[in-house]
């Protein structure tokens, strides 16, 4: 399916705005409110529209402290890589998890509430991860911009 102008109007204001109703929706890209309401469920039925979420404020959940880690595993070997992944989809507080080409096999996105937080965090499931030869660990000083907006 291609995205005409208007699929991808209605994207970016739902990236924006994905709580406002379908009347504030349709009033926004210019729509009766029956033509937005079909094209949202095409969009959704299509997979564009993935899910809605409620993004939460790190700071005020207590969890103000970013911590970016590179591992690197002992092997590439497909039942190392797997192993890993379940156990790293475990942890509560690994945000994201990438697979990497470079210098390491992983790069995982983690929140803590402060150093002490994450020496317990790294204690109780990083240090237990299988498969890992080697771990590097760095602290976000200031997030210069996030977003979960894709350009539509």
């Known amino acids: 399916m291609d995205l005409d102008p208007t699929d991808r109007r209605i994207l970016t204001v739902l990236q924006r705005t994905g709580r406002m109703s ?3 929706l349709s009033e926004e890209v210019n729509l009766s409110a029956s033509a937005c309401h079909r094209r949202v469920q095409r969009l959704e039925k299509e997979g564009y529209i993935r899910d809605y979420v409620a993004l939460l404020d790190p700071r005020k959940m207590g969890r103000p ?3 970016f880690v590179e591992i690197t595993l ?3 070997a497909d039942e190392v890589l797997d192993a890993f992944e379940k156990a790293v989809k475990l942890i509560p507080d690994v ?3 990438h697979l990497m080409a470079g210098a390491a096999d992983y790069l995982l ?3 803590a509430g402060d150093t002490e937080d994450f020496a317990r965090i790294h ?3 990083l240090a237990r991860l299988p498969g890992v030869a080697q771990m590097q660990s760095s602290f976000a000083l200031r997030t210069v911009r996030q977003t979960t907006a894709l350009q539509v």
């Open 74 to 76: 002992q092997a590439q």
């Open 95 to 97: 945000l994201e998890c």
């Open 123 to 125: 204690r109780r499931y």
């Open 22 to 24: 379908n009347a504030e």
């Open 109 to 111: 996105k983690i929140v």
């Open 65 to 67: 402290t970013t911590v």
